[in-house]
């Protein structure tokens, strides 16, 4: 059984900084990507930002410059360091992990619960 465990969500004034966490725990063998999601009311879920397990990179548009995923492979946990935050980046931001629990087993995504960040004006 795998887990993901998202923590640090919250309020937050505009023009603060949060720092989302993604722990992975239970049967796994390797991560492959690792990723962020967001998704407002009303609206699609969409990718906020992606790591490879080579720590390679991808981010939104809306985000570039202000966003920063990393990752800690020993720890099995992924982090978004989010500065500058402004009231469009309110939504639930899920994590994602492409994890293979046994070497002849394909990779699975797996999801976190969700956090909510809020930015208030």
């Known amino acids: 059984q795998v887990q993901l465990v998202e923590s640090g969500g919250g309020l937050v004034q505009a023009g603060g900084s949060l720092r989302l966490s993604c722990a992975a725990s239970g049967s796994i063998f390797s991560i492959n990507a690792m990723g962020w999601y967001r998704q407002a009311p009303g609206n699609q879920r969409d990718l906020v930002a992606a790591?490879?397990?080579?720590?390679?990179?991808n981010y939104a548009d809306s985000v570039k410059g202000r966003f920063t995923i990393s990752r800690d492979n020993a720890k099995n946990t992924g982090y978004l360091q989010m500065n500058s935050l402004q009231p469009e980046d309110t939504a639930v931001y899920y994590c994602?992990?492409?994890?293979?629990?046994?070497?002849?087993?394909?990779?699975?995504?797996?999801w976190g619960q969700g956090t909510q960040v809020t930015v208030s004006s």
């Open positions: 790591i490879t397990s080579g720590g390679s990179t």
């Open positions: 994602s992990a492409d994890i293979q629990t046994y070497l002849v087993t394909p990779p699975r995504r797996y």
